[in-house]
Structures are given as C-alpha cells and as structure tokens.
C-alpha cells in the first residue's frame, strides 16, 4: 500500500558533527492508510548498496526531534508516525555516503491486529550524494 511513496524523493544526506560525518539520514513515508504510535511498527528493515544495516545501527526521530534507537521503539507508545508525514531514519556510520549514486532499500512492517503479517513494504531508490 503506497509503497511508491514510501521513500521520500530527497533520497539521503550525510549527517555531521563537529565537522565530521556520523552518518546519513533519509525520510520515510508510513506504508499504511493512517498513522500509528511508533511501538506498532514492526520493523524496519534497510540496506544500503546491496547491504543491510544492522538494527542497533539505526534511530528514528519522533516529530518532536527526539531520538529512539531501533531497538526500542516498541516501547514507544506517546509518538505517532502520522500517514503522508516523513520519518526521519538516521543510519550512523562513520564517514556517512560516500560522493556517488548509491541504491536505498527499505522494508517496514507495520503491525495491525487483523493483518497476522502487517502492512511490509520493499521498495528501493536510487539517488546521488
């Protein structure tokens, strides 16, 4: 279910600290028709050129700016993913993208109680740094 808006159209972008790149961000879009509080998504799944990013690897930002590892945000009840309102998912990985073309692939999950396997999209973009 909207799985071609999925991946916002910016792509990615380096992060840096201190002058000094600690990864990179991309903006996803709910593969669901309404939003949701953070502890029903699943998963989310990515890999960039061809590999995959390990979970504790990856945070989202609620809206507020706050920030939530991966791993926790099943616990994360207060902050919703709002339909058509980008996530932003920060990778850290020392020195962020390198310059070039490279290739995003995301798969979230979405947990709802009358789908027994969730609302999963796989959808994949190109783009340049």
């Given amino acids: 279910m909207n799985d071609k808006y999925v991946i916002a159209s910016d ?6 600290e201190d002058g000094k790149a600690i990864g990179y961000e991309c903006r996803l879009r709910i593969p669901y028709y309404q939003g949701v509080p953070l502890s029903q998504v699943k998963y989310i799944r990515l890999w960039m050129d061809g590999e995959e990013v390990p979970a504790e690897d990856i945070s989202v930002f609620a809206a507020s700016g706050e920030e939530f590892r991966l791993p926790e945000i099943l616990t994360v009840t207060f902050y919703y993913w709002e339909y058509m309102e980008p996530l932003r998912v920060r990778v850290y990985k020392d020195g962020g993208l390198s310059a070039g073309r490279h290739t995003l692939r995301v798969k979230p999950s ?3 109680i009358y789908a027994p396997d969730g609302f999963v999209a796989d ?4 783009f340049t740094v």
Avoid: L
Avoid at 123 to 126: A, D, L, T, Y
């Fill in 11 to 16: 792509g990615c972008e380096n992060v840096c």
């Fill in 110 to 112: 979405i947990d709802v």
């Fill in 123 to 126: 959808v994949s973009r190109e």
